[in-house]
């Protein structure tokens, strides 16, 4: 019984959805984390690891910020008390930060994407979002050739020494 209880807390800490694609199409300038208003059945579906964020945008709306577009699969065993897959999703952050991240907004070319879904070492579901610029195909190209060479530079080393 202690071995499923110990399995079951590795599965429940620790990353779940990534955005890694957000690095390739945005130059990132400052990062937060922040806490996610889900209900129950939305953390239950998180624990079984299948969300996804690769589409999503945070958005300031009347105060608040909130997660837009993020999808979390329904929970099979909820029966009818289940959530909605594409609901918007309430970020928990200080004020300060929050009249931070709209001034930033409101500057041209800035948004707020998710990078991070994770789970904290208390079990509690946070995101890691950033304020960050959208690159033009210019830069892309030139953070892919940095990309390669790097990769071509660590396999010379490797290979020499």
Known sequence: MAKSAKA???????LIAENRR???DYEI????EAGLVLTGTE???LRNG???IAESYASPESGELFLINSYIPEYVEANRFNHNERR?????????????LMGAVQKEGQTIVPLKL??????????????AKGKKTVDKRQTERNRDWDRQKS???KNLG
């Open 8 to 14: 079951k807390k590795l599965v429940a800490t620790g």
């Open 22 to 24: 957000a690095r390739f």
């Open 29 to 32: 300038l400052d990062t937060l």
């Open 43 to 45: 953390v239950r579906s």
């Open 50 to 52: 299948k969300a996804q």
């Open 88 to 100: 918007p999703r309430k970020l928990l952050v200080s004020k300060r930060e929050l009249g931070r």
């Open 118 to 131: 994770y789970f904290n070492d208390k079990g509690i579901a946070k995101l890691l979002i950033g304020v």
């Open 155 to 157: 396999r010379l080393l």
